[in-house]
């Protein structure tokens, strides 16, 4: 498929998964040095190829549909690490929930309840409460010092990038599902992964844990 039909089927997805509630949330996907995202609006399981719009690497728009507020999100993610190739923007129920709470540790907003977590997602801090369509966010997510595949917005929703939509998409039900249990176990005597099994899963799954980031000019 192109990479215009697989920001469409994305779309169907995210709704057919629950992850985005009415007409809320946005997609992109990465072609070269050009940036296919969602359009202002656009109700991700019925998008056509007039709701997207097109912007280069520096957020401006080049050609279609007004981008969703959101674009500096998108973005952000492509700045900090060249393999990011397809964003999710969701505003799914449990990982709203969790970020209205306070987070689980300063790298990690939820815990390791669970191995898939840590070996799809990877810790996901929390981002400052920002405005929706704020461009500090951008600059929050492109700056934060964790290395990072998705990060919760406080009070907001979620963020997950990915090699391509299916992998973000991928990442966005994990997160949920993982807020879920979180929210199910708060409050008891719950059992966390421990140390040892969360450095295991992060090493085999290369998946980021505990780990900060070195900035390169380019993301500063």
């Known amino acids: 498929m192109s990479t215009l039909d ?18 809320s949330g946005n997609l992109s996907v990465r072609a070269g040095d050009r940036i296919m995202i969602s359009g202002t609006g656009a109700p991700l399981g019925r998008m056509r190829p007039e709701n ?8 401006r728009h080049l050609d279609g549909a007004k981008p969703s507020k959101e674009w500096p999100l998108h973005v ?27 987070p689980w540790s300063e790298h990690s907003a939820v815990p390791p309840l669970t191995p ?5 997602v ?19 997510l492109r700056t934060c010092p964790w290395e990072l595949r998705g990060a919760l917005l ?25 807020c879920r249990i979180t929210l199910l176990t708060s409050g008891m005597p719950r059992r966390e992964l421990d140390a040892d099994a969360v450095a295991e899963l992060a ?18």
């Open 6 to 23: 697989d920001l469409l089927a994305a779309g169907v997805r995210v709704v057919e998964e629950g992850l985005s509630p009415g007409s």
């Open 52 to 59: 997207i719009a097109v912007l280069d690497l520096d957020g």
């Open 76 to 102: 952000a993610f492509y700045r900090r690490d060249p393999r990011h190739q397809a964003v999710v923007h969701v505003h799914s129920p449990s990982a709203v929930a969790v970020a209205c709470l306070e």
């Open 116 to 120: 898939y977590f840590v070996m799809r």
């Open 122 to 140: 990877g810790q996901t801090p929390l981002l400052p409460y920002r405005r929706p369509g704020d461009p500090a966010l951008g600059e929050d």
């Open 154 to 178: 406080a009070n907001h929703g979620s963020v997950l990038a990915g090699t391509d939509l299916n992998e973000a998409v991928d990442r966005a039900a994990e997160l949920e599902e993982a």
């Open 203 to 220: 090493r085999r799954w290369s998946s980021p844990w505990g780990e900060r980031t070195t900035l390169s000019p380019a993301r500063r």
